[in-house]
């Protein structure tokens, strides 16, 4: 039985970060997080997968595979090694799906993990970026024409916090659905500011999830919704 978990982190400005998310997240959801800090370790595997990196890259790989790790032991899942795939994506046990951000902040460098089992979601995304960080000249490479109208309609101070809600959704979104759709293929749309609620679709597939901005901070978290079976039949 899947469970949900309480949020890893220790004291700090990242703390707040991970209890957001993780209030973001579905209940059944496994979850973990924290600042990074020295002394996390890999297996061989995992090392080998890893290939070639600096010593910062090596520390945020094993800081990632921790909190996955952790996240997916919630849910009954334990994994000795999460290697990395082609696409440098953690492999999963086959009935798992799960996600892995990070972000380098004042307070360190945050990272986040969240799995679910796919009897409860079809996919789920995390992601936490550096709000300031969305500029206005990339706009336009990710935002759809109705994303657009709905971002200049806003006055000018709220329209950088608009978009960066609207590059995590996407972001968040992204890693949900994916390998099916490209960032500027799904379609977001935010839903009322004071919950953060957010729906996105992209070629039949849909997410529901949260987004927010939190001091320098623009987070989000969904998960893929299930199809629903035709009548009289089942998901195996």
Known sequence: ??????????????????ALLRAFLPRFCGFSAGVIKPGYSMTTKER?????????????FAAGRHHLR?????????????????????????DVVASITHVRGTFGTFVAAAAALLVDAGGVGIDVEEAAGVEPELWLRFLQ???????????VTERREHVARVWCAKEAAF??????????????????????????????????????????????????????????????
């Open 145 to 155: 024409p109705d994303e657009w109208r709905e971002a200049v309609r806003l006055p």
């Open 1 to 18: 039985m899947s469970q949900s978990v309480k949020t890893d982190v220790r004291p700090g400005a990242g703390a707040g970060t991970g």
């Open 175 to 236: 890693k949900a659905l994916r390998p099916r759709c490209e960032l500027r293929d799904i379609h977001v749309v935010l839903g009322d500011l004071a919950t953060g609620a957010f729906t996105g679709e992209c070629l039949g597939a849909h997410v529901e999830g949260r987004a927010a901005t939190a001091g320098p901070l623009a987070l989000a978290a969904c998960v893929a919704l299930r199809p629903r079976p035709a009548l009289g039949t089942a998901f195996r």
């Open 70 to 94: 952790k996240a997916l032991a919630a849910l009954g899942r334990p994994a000795p090694d999460l290697v990395s795939g082609g696409d440098g994506a953690p492999v999963l046990p086959a």
């Open 48 to 60: 080998q997968s890893l290939g070639v990196a600096d010593e910062w890259r090596r520390t945020e």
